[in-house]
């Protein structure tokens, strides 16, 4: 295989893991230690609906979904790094950038309190390359 091909693969690989844990730990959130604000949230569009629930979304739901998107970069990096062998710090840090992307985008869609913005910004990319750093070195073959 490729080297470019193998690395496209391995930071869409990354992606998805990461995704696939957030969701995980998201879902958690919204259904275990949050029900109300899962239940209240379901199927709602309305974007003045959404803010004025998100006023209401207690510190402590933040902190997990802050604690899912740290743990999803961290996962998705160490797989980047896994699969693309060569240069894992590169993919973890294509990772990481578009992860950070993906995190802005949802802010702008569900928009969260003000101090959630700082965290977001900062909460993948440390992840993801922490992750790629304790990939084990590719075999020597």
Known sequence: ???VVRSVLAVIA????ASAVMILIESFNGHVLYPELGKAAEGMTDRE????LM???PVGAFLVVLLGWALGSFVGGF???RIGRNASGAHALVLGVLLTLAGITNNLMIPPPAWFWLPTLV???P???VGARLAPAPSAS
Not at 49 to 52: D, F, G, Q, S, V
């Open 127 to 129: 992840a993801a390359i």
């Open 55 to 57: 006023a209401t979304v």
């Open 79 to 81: 797989l980047a790094a």
């Open 14 to 17: 990354g992606f998805v893991a």
């Open 123 to 125: 909460a993948f990319l």
């Open 1 to 3: 295989m490729g080297k």
């Open 49 to 52: 609906a959404i803010r004025a």
